[in-house]
């Protein structure tokens, strides 16, 4: 089922913003990162397999500059998580970005 995540806006420490469940998976189709103020700021986004730990090196998915009160959504890749993954985000500056993210939800 076609579904909306809000997650709401993103700290300079890296938030969990999207866990598959054990009983489920999900294709991510797109993120939309809305920055509302008036500063430009970067986003990091990781993609963590189940069972792993967060790490700069190995988990990234994208990093990516939002321009100060601009969106920009990601959708170049779909992002497949398997049961017991978890999309990780967090961005340079405290409650500058707003997340959402859509996509599929199978199984479960």
Same mark, same amino acid.
């Given at each position: 089922? !076609? !579904?909306?995540? %809000? ?10 913003i999207?866990?598959c469940?054990?009983? !489920? ?8 990162? *809305?920055?509302?103020?008036?500063g ?7 993609? *963590? %397999?189940?069972? +792993? ?5 190995f988990?990234?998915v ?12 990601? *959708?170049d890749?779909?992002?497949?998580? +398997? %049961?017991?993954d978890?999309?990780?985000?967090y961005a ?17």
């Amino acid at each position: 089922m !076609k !579904k909306r995540w %809000p997650v709401g806006t993103l700290a300079t420490n890296a938030i969990e913003i999207l866990r598959c469940d054990g009983t !489920k998976r999900i294709t991510i189709d797109s993120i939309h990162f *809305v920055n509302f103020t008036a500063g430009n700021t970067n986003v990091d986004l990781y993609h *963590v %397999p189940a069972d +792993e730990e967060i790490a700069d090196e190995f988990h990234l998915v994208r990093n990516h500059a939002v321009s100060a009160n601009t969106a920009f959504r990601l *959708v170049d890749q779909r992002i497949y998580l +398997e %049961p017991g993954d978890r999309l990780f985000a967090y961005a340079d500056d405290d409650d500058h970005v707003c997340c959402f993210v859509y996509g599929e939800e199978y199984g479960g």
